[in-house]
């Protein structure tokens, strides 16, 4: 069990985690969801050791992770930041060996080289086991990335929006694999998501953070509500069920109202606020697509 | 059915036994060169001793001096290169050279002449700082063009040759200073600190899993594990090892950390474990060939190897660099 406690984290004058506790859940997928800034990756990373942290407690069933060697914790946590280097050329059978680098440090034995096997075997690799990984589409090379990580053969994995660069059919493809990884390998996922909607189709629980702080958790229905989530990402949410989930829309509240769609109880306290409000939300989202864009070119 | 597989292995590992068969004639070629034309495989079979003697005292040291250095940098090519993300770093391109010849001309100043090995100590001690520093300045203007950084580091090996110059006209040292970048086989006095090489070469061998990890990124290498920091500098100190001791010994091979790596990597990949002792074999034919071709042109004379590898590296070098920038492939991760 991974367990946080009162974790804090600034970059300069900013707080980036302001007294941030959580306990992850066992055998389940949580997932972290906030605005651009709120301190969900610095959050993946000061959990798995990746990044420092100013205070606080990252405990793993009762052992303090700083008092761990980082290899002992390389066999019980894996995690994955957003898509790297693309300009390395290595093939993908020799990423995945990666894999196996914490429990034998670079000389396979023949257990570890089934391990390895395995993991291409589950992540459908065999057929481009021998391609460099630069050769391979976004979503291959993301799939090779996953199966190292499955090498790694750890009960934890952390993964920092996996679905980054995906188009829509790789990103359903990818949250099936982890949703597999649950319920076939009894793994326990943590995954910063963008997309409010991928979380809301396939995590067990929600963490929301905002400005630093843990703004909500829970179980997926509770916290897929206009309520809470209008909160957490300063913007109007809309609700509505499909197939036993529920799919949020978001997309320009304003010519949904003219057309008579939007019916929510909470409209009156919405009204009020619009009006100030729209120029604002308008202004950020363009900000925000641009920063999209400027992100993408220099992972290029 | 085994003449089949006999043409399979060649197929895929037709590089390699290039590399090898080519390695062990040219070492045998580059011992039978030489002014004294007497020693060949006749004379040697009927064991004539002062044949026996010109092979071990004089051929055979040079030749496997030659292997060492170009083995040596080569690796410290690869090693940088992977630690730093960037197909361009190299020694001769990050001042690490230049940083050696400072040292090794602060103990002329200090010392006098001075026994190889000091020589060495100091070399190793300024290429270390100098490739330290460099190397935490360029992370942390955080470049993305990948040409931009070999281009500083050759404007940083300028100034650092600058002070170099300005030190040794101070102290009227320039013609030991001009000496000590000049590349040759032929000298005699330094050479048995190539046997240092020896070390670095057997370590990175040892540690190229953690090299190509490290080459993946710092996240990466946490993941897994692996104290990133502690590994990158034990890579910069092999790297200032290998330039120092080959810098003492046979003086400045320019471009043989930036071409060999950059030309075996584009077909073996970057993974250092499969790769690592077939550049070492690579950069020695590559060097043998210069070498050879060095003390032949004037036969019974010969010129200076680093002008032919640089006449010869210089193009492959450009050859790189324009088809890097054409195929957009000059932006790190």
Redesign the interface.
Known sequence: MIEIKDVHQSYGKGKVLDGVSLRIKENAITAIVGANGAGKSTLL?VI???LPMISGEVFWDGFNLKQV???????KI????QT????????VA?LVE??R??YC??RLSDADKAKVEQALDYMDLQLIRDK?IDELSGGQRQRAFIAMILA?DTPYIFLDEPLNNLDIKYSVEMMKIIRKFVTELGKTIVLVLHDINFAAAYADYIVAMKDGKIAGEGPVLDMISPEILNGIFDHNFHIVEHDGKKVCLYYDNESRRKHGGYTHNHDSEHVSRHGDEHAHNRGDGFARRNDDKKGRR??? | MRLELVVKFFKRQYRRVLIYTLFAALFVTSLMIGAVTDVNFESLFRGDELMWSIMIHSRLPRTLAVVLAASGLSVAGLIMQAIS?NKFMSPSTSGTTNAASLGMLIAYIALGTSPAIIQTIFAFVFALISTLLFTSVINKLKI?EVVYIPLIGMMYGGLISAISTAIAYRYEAMQILNSFGLGSFARVGNFSVIYIITVPLFLSVLF???F??I???E??S??????YNKVVFFGLTLIALVSASSFVAVGGLPFIGLIIPNMT??FY???L??SIVDIMLFGADFVLICDIISRLVIFPFEISVSLTISVVGGIIFMIYLIRGIRHG?T???
């Open positions: 990373g798995t050791r990746i060697k980082s290899r002992e914790i390389a066999k894996a995690v994955l930041k790297q280097s693309l300009n390395i050329r290595i093939n020799d990666f894999g680098f914490p440090g670079g460099f790694q220099h992972t290029v | 993300r993305r190229s899993t953690k190509s990890i080459g993946m990124g996240d990466f946490k993941n897994l594990g692996v104290n990597t584009s990949g970057d993974n474990k499969r492939k932006k790190t991760r």
